[in-house]
């Protein structure tokens, strides 16, 4: 089956670095996308990985390892309003996206 | 606001009652999905457009039946629902189906079956 993991809930501190990991089995690759939720809210994308490699966008990074099945989302100098559910998803080889249950990242002053 | 609507944002319906779930897109994307979101769980796919062709049907009970008279507009259909129904509603949308472009999501239909 295909199956992505993600840790259910993370804390970190204000003006920290948090590393969120995503590990994927999937029939297949097609790239993998990292979403935010904030609570009652629509999903927003964040990033988009399909080669190996770190993808910087801000205080948002992304990292991809394909041989490892292996993710990670970097949020740096966090701030109050990075408080949302992070998704992973991978596209498989039918361009499905799979996804993981999100992470809830909880930041603390 | 992503570009996608949905109305209405709550819903609380008994297990007898019919009603309709709406989406609608201003991007001018050819793909748009329906999602149900439960708490704690992922993303479950349940159907997707293609320039208004049905073209994912994943092993949805036929209480949910999805409806897309053009490529702006998405219905979801619902009828004697269960109470494990109750769940977030997302519509998305896409330029195209199984491109590398990223999804946008509505703010979804909190759905509640009593």
């Known amino acids: 089956g295909q199956n992505i993991d993600q840790p259910t809930e993370m804390t970190a501190t204000e003006g920290a670095i948090v590393q969120i990991n995503c590990t994927y089995q999937t029939s297949g690759f097609n790239g993998l996308f990292w979403y935010q939720q904030h609570a009652g809210e629509a999903p927003t994308f964040l990033s988009y990985n399909v080669l190996d490699g770190l993808e910087e966008k801000g205080r948002f990074s992304s990292f991809l390892s394909r041989s490892k099945g292996y993710s990670y989302l970097l949020l740096k100098e966090l701030q109050m309003k990075d408080s949302a559910s992070y998704l992973c998803?991978?596209?498989?080889?039918?361009?499905?996206?799979?996804w993981g249950a999100g992470t809830k990242l909880i930041i603390k002053p | 606001e992503t570009g996608v609507t949905q109305t209405p944002r709550h819903l609380v319906m008994g297990m007898t009652n019919k009603k309709s779930l709406k989406c609608e897109q201003h991007l001018g994307h050819n793909a748009m999905y329906w999602y149900k979101q439960s708490a704690k769980k992922p993303l479950e796919l349940m159907f997707v457009?293609?320039?208004?062709?049905?073209?994912e049907n994943n092993s949805v009970p036929s209480r949910f039946s999805p409806e897309c008279p053009n490529s702006s507009h998405l219905f979801l259909h619902l009828h004697t629902l269960q109470p494990e129904d109750s769940a977030l509603y997302l519509c998305a949308s896409s330029q195209e189906r199984g491109g590398a472009e990223e999804q946008f999501f509505g703010p979804g239909t909190r759905l509640t079956v009593l």
């Open positions: 998803a991978v596209r498989d080889s039918n361009y499905q996206l799979i």
């Open positions: 457009y293609s320039l208004e062709e049905r073209v």
